[in-house]
């Protein structure tokens, strides 16, 4: 905004022509911090968006001629919008935080542009937690100021459904197709075991986000561990990248596993009744909840023990709502995904001759789930995928896994992420029939 800008203040309900042709949106609160997370849907004339991309969020902070600048500012470039985009809705949403704009204070719209200035406080907010703030929409030739301020206590997916964005819906499941019977036929040999030692590191830049380990040459005893390390929000590291300080912050971890002949899956978690038993399938032990980094400045972990005989399925699932909205991951302090096998040292894990699978998660996008790896053991060989898929926007159903092993986004009677501290139970449920596949 140039020094000599026109500043007004206006009411809700009023209409103001603008001059300019770039404006940022800022949706400003006194507190608590970070209590307001801002979007923007661009809707043509029947108030519908175009695809879903037209929602622009943190987890698709782009559009044509819309950016997310950061959880508070959208930047909107009116030059840039598509002939059929009539309207830019600027929303703000206090529903990943837990709270209802009642509790918000000072709360205040700003829209800036080169040389004026709109800024408006929407009054009588109470249980809503979403606010519709203002709309940039055409008038002839020209564009509008539409100062809403209309709050919706139903939430964002009543919102999003509003403007015509698809949440958390998923096709009705077909009927699964009769297995043929073919003849028996002989199994080719299996292949020769690979003994070389394994220590792998994928990262984003990874041509191939996929590495395996031949768990058939280990020894009785031999320990296979699967789990979640980070260093902590905030954590700070010098030049060589070493850990200095380490932060504080916690991520909720799960380990959603798949019967590959039932199809069957149950949840494991550090939650109480939900750790599993390396007696019982699916033959996995979470060590516990972590609440930060340990001690000795050691990172924080979570990770479970698992029988490496039984073929089946890990997805390491992430639920990242309780941190800001989103809580993107990787703002946690380089966390990374660690899968070791080995003879076990003095506290029974892997030792440090152990093959080693790391994935570094590299993704700033946010969402209320973030799936960062797919461990399948099939025949012995443990193979590792290392690609980071999101739940769908609003979607608070965990990622999970068909019957034949295929990342499915948002399952009809999959587990719901939810709030520990209302519910003491981090899921609505921990174990059912897989889907089938679609």
Not at 122 to 133: C, F, I, K, N, S
Not at 406 to 411: E, G, I, K, P, T
Not at 417 to 438: D, H, I, M, W
Request: glycine share 12%.
């Amino acid at each position: 905004m140039s020094g000599n800008a026109i500043v007004a203040q206006v009411t809700k309900g009023s209409k103001t022509d603008l001059v300019d042709d770039r404006y940022t949106v800022r949706i400003d609160v006194e507190s608590p911090a970070g209590a307001v997370d801002v979007s923007a849907v661009l809707v043509t004339a029947d108030g519908k968006v175009r695809s879903d991309a037209d929602f622009v969020f943190f987890n698709n902070p782009f559009a044509p001629g819309v950016r997310m600048e950061s959880d508070a500012v959208v930047a909107v470039e009116l030059s840039a919008l598509p002939a059929d985009v009539h309207r830019v809705v600027i929303a703000g949403s206090t529903e990943a935080q837990s709270i209802r704009f009642g509790e918000v204070a000072g709360l205040r719209v700003s829209v800036v542009g080169d040389s004026r200035t709109a800024t408006f406080v929407p009054p009588g907010l109470d249980t809503e937690t979403v606010l519709q703030a203002v709309a940039l929409y055409r008038r002839g030739s020209g564009w509008r100021l539409d100062a809403i301020g209309q709050g919706y206590s139903a939430g964002l997916a009543a919102f999003a459904t509003e403007h015509g964005i698809t949440v958390d819906e998923e096709p009705a499941e077909p009927a699964p197709a009769p297995v043929p019977v073919v003849p028996q036929q002989a199994q080719p040999p299996a292949p020769a075991i690979d003994l070389r030692k394994v220590d792998v590191v994928l990262t984003k830049e990874s041509p191939d986000k996929r590495a395996s380990i031949d768990l058939r040459k280990g020894e009785p005893g031999h320990v296979l561990t699967v789990g979640l390390e980070w260093d902590g929000r905030g954590a700070k590291y010098d030049p060589h990248g070493r850990p200095t300080e380490f932060g504080v912050g916690d991520l909720d971890v799960y380990f959603f596993c798949r019967n590959e002949e039932t199809g069957d899956y149950v949840v494991i978690s550090g939650e109480k009744g939900h750790q599993g038993d390396l007696g019982t399938w699916p033959f996995v032990h979470h060590h516990g909840d972590s609440r930060g980094p340990g001690s000795n400045n050691q990172p924080a972990a979570e990770q479970v023990t698992v029988r490496p005989t039984e073929n089946g399925d890990l997805l390491l699932n992430v639920y990242q709502s309780i941190d800001n909205g989103g809580g993107a991951i990787d703002k946690f302090g380089r966390p990374r995904v660690r899968v070791r096998y080995g003879r076990p040292g003095p506290d029974g894990l892997p030792d440090e001759d152990a093959d080693q699978i790391t994935v570094v998660i590299g993704n700033g996008k946010s969402s209320f789930w973030a799936t960062v790896a797919h461990i399948d053991v099939q025949d012995g060989i443990l193979t590792v995928d290392g690609t980071t898929h999101y739940s769908r926007a609003f979607s608070e159903r965990m990622p999970v896994l068909d019957t034949d092993g295929n990342w499915v986004r948002s399952a009809k009677n999959g587990p719901v992420g939810r709030s520990k501290k209302s519910n003491g139970l981090g899921l609505s449920r921990y174990e059912g029939q897989c889907p089938a596949p679609r």
